[in-house]
């Protein structure tokens, strides 16, 4: 199958509504960004972001932006955790995570610790809809048909997260991220963002 077009007028049309969405977002949520960086940090005095090396288009890596919703040592932790591990593949998931903070499970089950990813999309790494943000690891496991859905930018939200989030199987995941690759069209965006309050208001597969 050949790469869907994702050139000239539509990646520009694209592009344009991500920033412009964004922008507006991030303007409008300022003072809801206030009050849990305050959270985070009244909680143990650590840092409010949380960083990570995802993968975005391309195969490009790029710094992804989170609000920190574990214990500051929980990579060094999540050793002693993986035969607990609920995930799949190289992802690491479980609904009781010990290293989860009190703040950092609220903001879970509403999925606002996803929020600073609007900067993610304002700077051009990733876009308000598209494929989960993949981790290096997981990327180098990629085959040549995998590597289809690095085509596009990754997304704060897209067909996997308005289908059961964590509690899909891994396959299941890609498989849909395959297909938002291939079918992709601004409507598609707006059907996803529409249908993501629905799953955040839900909880499903947020943990």
Not at 77 to 86: F, G, I, W
């Given at each position: ?34 009050v849990i960086a305050v959270a985070i940090r009244a909680s143990d005095h650590e840092a409010v972001f949380f960083r ?65 990813q609007l900067f993610n999309v304002l700077i051009g790494d990733m876009s308000l809809v598209g494929p989960r943000p993949?981790?290096?690891?997981e990327a180098a496991r990629y085959g040549d048909h995998m590597r289809r859905r690095l085509v596009v930018k990754p ?53």
């Amino acid at each position: 199958m050949d790469h869907p077009e994702l050139a000239g007028g539509k990646q520009l049309l694209k592009s344009v509504f991500d920033r412009v969405t964004a922008g507006l977002a991030l303007t409008l949520l300022a003072p809801l960004f206030l009050v849990i960086a305050v959270a985070i940090r009244a909680s143990d005095h650590e840092a409010v972001f949380f960083r990570q090396i995802r993968v975005g288009r391309d195969g490009r890596t790029f710094v992804l932006f989170k609000f920190r919703t574990m214990v500051v040592d929980a990579e060094q932790r999540k050793a002693e955790l993986e035969a607990l591990n609920e995930g799949a593949g190289v992802l690491f998931k479980m609904r009781r995570d010990p290293r989860v903070t009190k703040v950092g499970a609220w903001l879970r089950r509403w999925s606002l610790d996803e929020l600073p990813q609007l900067f993610n999309v304002l700077i051009g790494d990733m876009s308000l809809v598209g494929p989960r943000p993949a981790l290096p690891q997981e990327a180098a496991r990629y085959g040549d048909h995998m590597r289809r859905r690095l085509v596009v930018k990754p997304g704060i939200t897209g067909l996997w997260q308005v289908s059961g989030r964590s509690d899909l199987p891994f396959d299941e995941a890609f498989r849909l991220d395959l297909r938002y690759v291939e079918n992709w069209s601004l409507a598609l965006d707006l059907q996803v963002l529409w249908k993501t309050w629905s799953a955040v208001i839900h909880g499903s597969g947020a943990y």
